[in-house]
T-cell receptor, first 112, second 116 residues
Framework: DVKVTQSSRYLVKRTGEKVFLECVQDMDHENMFWYRQDPGLGLRLIYFSYDVKMKEKGDIPEGYSVSREKKERFSLILESASTNQTSMYLC???????????FGQGTRLTVV | DQQVKQNSPSLSVQEGRISILNCDYTNSMFDYFLWYKKYPAEGPTFLISISSIKDKNEDGRFTVFLNKSAKHLSLHIVPSQPGDSAVYFCAATRAMIKAAGNKLTFGGGTRVLVKP
């Protein structure tokens, strides 16, 4: 059974903190993605990685960075958390040439 | 610029009736389309997909229709059940690109409420 696991379901952080969101997949997928979901805006792509150490900016990368040191792990970093980064964060993975992406359960991040 | 749009933010339907969800896209390079279903506090789960070489794909109660000339697709759920109450996202991709282009672009979602 495919599995994408995000390290936390709920997080509360203070403004200015550095925040790490971790995602691990066990499907040996090359492609991994970070999205955020906000009401009315759907899922917006923050960053994606199509191989180890490879990354590309998505549609809304400002204020975020990522790390992909191992194939199974993709980390999203909020360099200095701000209240407008309060959101649901979703990690996904996919095999190249395939179409279906598998999502983790999401991390609800609140920045106070 | 939203490349994938779901213009109806919500839909209410009676149990047993048909639910029709619509999605429009602007990028003619998209060649594969997917629908995802999302319950609160969970990640989206894949529901059904369609390649641009087809105009219809059916899986049980779910059927997706694609009109390439209009850049429009729709999801039909027949009959609708209370367990179908969720947010549905339309997504599009360029399926054969292996690197930078191989990403899913999502619409804003449609919240479906099926009333018993």
């Amino acid at each position: 059974d495919v599995k994408v696991t995000q390290s936390s379901r709920y997080l509360v952080k203070r403004t200015g903190e550095k925040v790490f969101l971790e995602c691990v997949q066990d499907m040996d997928h090359e492609n991994m993605f970070w999205y955020r979901q906000d009401p009315g805006l759907g899922l917006r792509l923050i960053y994606f990685s199509y191989d180890v150490k490879m990354k590309e900016k998505g549609d809304i990368p400002e204020g975020y960075s990522v790390s992909r040191e191992k194939k199974e792990r993709f980390s999203l970093i909020l360099e200095s958390a701000s209240t407008n980064q309060t959101s649901m964060y979703l990690c996904a993975s996919r095999s190249p040439g395939k179409t279906e992406a598998f999502f983790g359960q999401g991390t609800r991040l609140t920045v106070v | 610029d939203q490349q994938v749009k779901q213009n109806s933010p919500s839909l209410s339907v009676q149990e047993g009736r048909i639910s029709i969800l619509n999605c429009d896209y602007t990028n003619s390079m998209f060649d594969y389309f997917l629908w995802y279903k999302k319950y609160p506090a969970e990640g989206p789960t894949f529901l059904i997909s369609i390649s641009s070489i087809k105009d219809k794909n059916e899986d049980g109660r779910f059927t997706v229709f694609l009109n390439k000339s209009a850049k429009h697709l729709s999801l039909h759920i027949v009959p609708s059940q209370p367990g179908d109450s969720a947010v549905y996202f339309c997504a599009a991709t360029r399926a054969m690109i292996k690197a930078a282009g191989n990403k899913l672009t999502f619409g804003g979602g449609t919240r479906v409420l099926v009333k018993p």
